[in-house]
C-alpha cells in the first residue's frame, strides 16, 4: 500500500510460503486436513480393511473359473462359481437364438457397436455416415432374419439377449432423438394446434410406467389392428420404448431451450434467417450442447429399462439370464450369474457417461472464455 | 436531405404489450442516408420503436414501410426486409458457438446463398473495416465487450444493408470501450449509409445526427437538428430530461 503522494513501485510475483504441490501436501489438504476430516478418513480405512480381504477371497481366491458344476457344489458358497459364465454364456448372450447361427448376431453386434463407436467422433459426424448407418442397420437385420443369401430364417420371438438390448436401446435413442427436438420444438410453438399436440403427448406418455406403454403395444394395440393385419411383437415394443424416451427427452431438450437467451434468437432473426435456419445454425447448438450431461442421463436410463421387455416375453439381457438360470444345475450360482449381467451393463452405462464428459469439453470450445 | 420517397415509414403506429400502450400513434418519415439519434428515459419506447423496423416487435394498429415494403404477417417480406436491415443489439448478441468469422458468414452463407470462400473474403473485409481482423479466429467471449460490439457491427454489415439499427449500442461496455466502438459507428455515419441509433451518447448525436429525437411514455415529444436539439428545447420534458443527463 502506497502513502499519499508516494510514487507507485511494482511489486514482483513471488512463490507461496507453504508448498502446495506434491503428495504430502495433497494427502494433508484432502485427507487429513482437520480432526473430523482424519477421522473420516480412518473410518474409510477401517472399512476397507475389514470387507475388502473378504470380498476377494470370495471373488478371486476361492473363485471356482472352470465350468465344473461339482467343484462349484463344493465351495459351498465359500467362493463364486464363475463357472456358471462359461457354461451359459452363450444363452446369456444370445438367448434363444439358434445355437448353430450364433455368429449372426454376434458378427450384427460387433458392427452395430463399432458404428456407435465410430459415431462418437466429432470428426466423423458427416452426411456419409448416416449413409453408413443406413448399410449397417440393413446388414444388421439381414444377419438377425436371415431368409437371404443362404442364411436360414430366424423369426423374431427367438431373438436375444445383448443384440436384442444393443438394437432396442440404439434404434430408440436413434428414433426418439430427433422426435424429441420436435416435440421439444412444438411445445414452444406459436401454433396452439401442435403445441396443444405435443404436450398431450409429452404428458400422456410421462404419466404411465414404461411397463405400462410396452404392454398396451403387446396386448392391447392388437386388438385395434384390423383383423388378418399383424404387426411384429418386436416391432410394436421398439416404437412403444422410443415413444416413452422421445416424451423425457422432449422436455430435456425443451430445458436446453429455455436456457438459451431471447437475443440469440433475435441476432438471428435480425440476419434474415428463416425459423429452421435460425434452429438449425443459432437455437439447436447451442441448447443441445447445454442438456448434455441430461440427455446422457435419459439414454442411459433408456439402455437399462430395455430390460423391462422381459415382461412380454422378450428376451434381452437379463430375459436371457432368466433362461439361463431355468437350468436347475446352476440356478443357486445365480449370483454370480447376475454380476456378469450387471457388469455387461456397468461397462455399457460408464463409457457412455465418459464419453457425455468428453463430448461436453469439446463441445464447449466457445463457451468458455480461456 | 429530405428526398422524394422515405426508406422507412410510420403512419400512425401504435402498439401494446398487453394493456401497456407502449407506442402511441407514431408518425415519422426517415430518408435514405438519414442519420437519427433516438433518446429518451427507459420505458419510452425508443427501443421498441427500432425493432418494429426489422419486425422484432409486431404494431397492431397503423402502417409501417419499410424500403417499400408495408409490414404485414408476410414471412417472405419480413425475411426480405431484415437482409436490407442490419441490427446491432445492447447485449452483442454474438453467436458464442461460432467463431468470430462463422459469426460474420452465418447470414451470407444461408441467407444470402454465397460460396464460403467469397462470404469468407467479405466478412474479412468487414473485420478490417471495424480494426478487428486479427481476432477472426476467436470466440466471442474470448473478445472484451468493445471488441464484441464491433464484430456485431460487423456481422450487421456483411449483407449489405440499406438501414442500420443501433439499440444502445454502447450502453453495456466499461467505459475505456465505448470510444471503440462509437468511432466504428462514426466513420460508418460518414459513408452515407440510413441510421437509426438509440443511445445517450449526445457527444456522438451532435457529431452525426441529422436529427435527434426525444421519446416519452410512447410518444415523440420533440425532434430537430442536434444544434436546436440540444440549444434551443422546445418543451419542458426534453429540457427536463436534457439537465438530467448531460450534468454529469
Known sequence: MSAVGEVFQLIPPRAPPVATEGVLPWLRRNLFSDLWNTLGTLLVLALLATYLPPLFEWAAWNAVARPDNAACRALEHTGACWGVVGEKYRLILFGRYPYAEQWRPL????????????????????????????????????????GAFGLTFVETARWGGLPLTIMLSTLGLVTAFPLSVLVALGRRSRMPGIRTLCVLYVELIRGVPLISVLFMASFMFPLFMPAGMTIDVLL???????????????????????????GQVEAAQSLGLSYWQTTRKVVLPQALRLVVPAIMNTFIGTFKDTSLVTIVSLYDLTGALQLALGDSDWRKFFLEGQLFVAAIYFVCCFAMSRYSRWIERHLNTGTRRN | MQTATPIIEFAHVNKWYGQFHVLRDIDLSVARGERIVICGPSGSGKSTLIRCINRLEEHQEGVLRVDGVELTDDLKAIEAIRRQVGMVFQQFNL??????????????????????????????????RVKIAEQAAKYPLQLSGGQQQ?????????????????????????????????????????????????????????????????????????????????????????????????AH
Not at chain 1, 237 to 261: D, K, N, T
Open chain 2, 95 to 128: 453467436f458464442p458457438h461460432l467463431t468470430v468469422l462463422e459469426n460474420l458468414t452465418l447470414a451470407p452463407m444461408w441467407v444470402g446463398r454465397i460460396p464460403k470462400r467469397e462470404a469468407d473474403e467479405r466478412a474479412m473485409q468487414q473485420l478490417v
Open chain 1, 107 to 146: 458378427v450384427a453386434t460387433a458392427l452395430m457397436i463399432a458404428l456407435l463407436a465410430a459415431s462418437c467422433y466429432r470428426p466423423f459426424w458427416k452426411r456419409w455416415l448416416i449413409a453408413l448407418w443406413i448399410v449397417v442397420l440393413a446388414v444388421f437385420f439381414v444377419l438377425m432374419f436371415g
Open chain 2, 150 to 246: 464491433r464484430v456485431a457491427i460487423a456481422r450487421a454489415l456483411c449483407l449489405t444493408p440499406k438501414i442500420m439499427l443501433f439499440d444502445e449500442p454502447t450502453s453495456a461496455l466499461d467505459p475505456e470501450m465505448i470510444k471503440e466502438v462509437l468511432d466504428v459507428m462514426i466513420e460508418l455515419a460518414n459513408q452515407g449509409i440510413t441510421m437509426l441509433c438509440v443511445t445517450h451518447e449526445m457527444g456522438f448525436a451532435r457529431s452525426v445526427a441529422d436529427r435527434v429525437i426525444f421519446m416519452d411514455q410512447g410518444q415523440i415529444v420533440e425532434q430537430n437538428t442536434p444544434a436546436e436539439f440540444f440549444g434551443n428545447p422546445k418543451s419542458e420534458r426534453t429540457r427536463d430530461f436534457l439537465s438530467k443527463i448531460l
Open chain 1, 236 to 262: 410394436r415394443v421398439q416404437v412403444g420404448i422410443s415413444l416413452f424416451s422421445a416424451a423425457y427427452l422432449a422436455e430435456v431438450v425443451r430445458g436446453g431451450l429455455q436456457a438459451l437467451p431471447r
